[in-house]
């Protein structure tokens, strides 16, 4: 108990915690008020933490499948743009994953969830990994190495910025882009992370749930894709002069990636191999598949036929609402969350994006904003302490508190992710141009800004 509070007074001072293999730690020792390290009678050695195979192993699988969700997200993207601009999509969904990647080692990570400053963002003393070893932190994982931790939070923070590219898809200058998604990571999505994962981060001390991001990754990115198609404006020819998809197949074989990887995404968040995983894979899972059933009937109801595009679309947007929740709900919690997620994103897709006129190309806002806010709504409402003692009740189970305190997680990361997202890409604007030239739109973005072609035929 003693070595326990010696911990807690260094964490409450905001030093790096350390798990010592060898031997134990020295405890202040209460006899007079004194306190003799060296004093043989009275020293209590501290159990080191443990390494569990079991879980490192499902959190380093996790890892792999959530860094193969970008390469998915590069095909699911590129199959819905013109042929001329597929190479395009692929070639910037790669240079962020390699981009934050550094970026994650270098500061993203230290910022993210690094000792505590003031409840919004975490220090640098953890800057390029130093003191992220291969024994495991107390605070976040106590199971696995710190490193496999910081390395799987890695591949959260490279698809995020990844999945902003649908709504600027097509029309967006390469080196803008690059200029961007570091400014973009830095300044929105590591405070963002540190305020719902971090320890001390204010949204986790008023107690807001997001077991896997559906705030941290789907509003952040979300809102800054619609703040990008505002600032970017239509494409050449919008609406009625876009081409259809060029290649549905792609798209479907990168949705069904994005499934695929969706299972290290939330079911790893357990950060352990057990019932907790168990019941966030298969929340996950039922969540997709009763919101790619409803998307598709309606897009059956409305256009007298379902198509493969809406069906890939309700899955994802499925997805993207259980993330928050997955670690919190029922498998029927998760077939409620999903039945919203196939009516509320396809509303927005269908009506609301088409009212007020804004061109977002992929619908990033549409089904990850619009997912992901209704998700983290849901999570207050479906969420059960049965499933995750660590969590909370929500509405359906006697909490109205924790709706209330979801709410304002969401509006709070919706203002912060649209405010500074717009404002960055209006001072990237000014040094560099974020939108091509029309010459550029026109023949494309793979010949023009990398001066290859994904095909022999181009638009």
């Keep these: 108990m003693m070595a326990m509070r010696y911990r807690c007074a260094l964490r409450s001072r905001g030093a790096r915690v350390r798990v010592l293999a060898s031997a134990g730690l020295l405890i202040l020792l209460a006899v007079g008020g004194t306190a003799l390290a060296g004093e043989s009678g009275g020293q209590v050695a501290a159990a080191p933490l443990a390494v569990n195979s079991g879980d490192t192993a499902w959190v380093l699988m996790s890892a792999a499948l959530v860094m193969l969700m970008t390469p998915a997200l590069a095909f699911f993207y590129g199959g819905l743009v013109r042929r001329k601009n597929m190479l395009s999509v692929l070639m910037q969904c790669l240079m962020i994953l390699c981009m934050i990647s550094l970026q994650w080692v270098a500061f993203g990570y230290s910022l993210s969830f690094g000792p505590d400053k003031g409840s919004v963002i975490g220090g640098l003393s953890w800057a390029f990994l130093q003191g992220v070893g291969l024994t495991p932190n107390a605070d976040y994982a106590a199971t696995i190495p ?145 919101a790619g059933v409803v998307w598709a009937l309606l897009d059956w109801t409305k ?62 806002f549409g089904v990850h904003g619009v997912g992901g806010i209704w998700g983290v709504i849901a999570t207050g409402i479906f969420a059960s302490k049965a499933v995750n003692p660590a969590g909370a009740d929500g509405l359906l189970y006697g909490n109205p508190g924790l709706l209330w305190i979801q709410v304002k997680a969401a509006v709070i990361t919706m203002a912060y992710s649209f405010a500074v997202g717009f404002v960055l890409l209006k001072v990237v604007d000014v040094f560099v141009k974020v939108r091509v030239g029309e010459h550029e739109e026109r023949v494309g973005l793979d010949l023009t800004m990398h001066r290859e072609a994904a095909y022999t035929v181009i638009d």
Aim: proline fraction near 5%; charge should be neutral.
């Design 303 to 364: 256009h007298k036929r379902p198509t493969t595009l809406g069906m890939i679309t309700g899955m994802i947007a499925g997805l993207a609402a259980v993330t928050p929740a997955s670690g919190f709900v029922t498998p029927m919690g998760a077939i409620g969350i999903g039945i919203g997620a196939g009516i509320i994103p396809w509303f927005a897709v269908t009506y609301v994006k088409v009212l007020l006129g804004y061109d977002d190309s992929l619908d990033a």
């Design 146 to 290: 710190h490193q496999a931790f910081m390395i799987f939070q890695m591949m959260f923070a490279v698809i995020t910025p990844a999945l902003i590219i649908g709504a600027f898809a097509e029309r967006m200058k390469f080196s803008a882009l690059c200029i961007f998604t570091l400014l973009w990571a830095t300044l929105v999505y590591d405070p963002v992370a540190h305020w719902l994962w971090g320890v001390g981060g204010f949204l986790r001390q008023w107690g807001a749930l997001d077991f896997a991001g559906g705030a941290v990754v789907h509003i952040n990115a979300g809102m800054t894709a619609l703040a990008a198609a505002l600032v970017l404006g239509r494409r050449q020819g919008y609406p009625d002069g876009i081409s259809p998809p060029h290649n549905l197949p792609f798209a479907v074989l990168g949705a069904g990636l994005l499934w695929f990887g969706w299972f290290g995404f939330n079911a790893g968040s357990a950060l352990g191999c057990g019932s907790l995983a168990t019941g966030a894979f298969v929340a996950t899972h039922v969540a997709g598949a009763t």
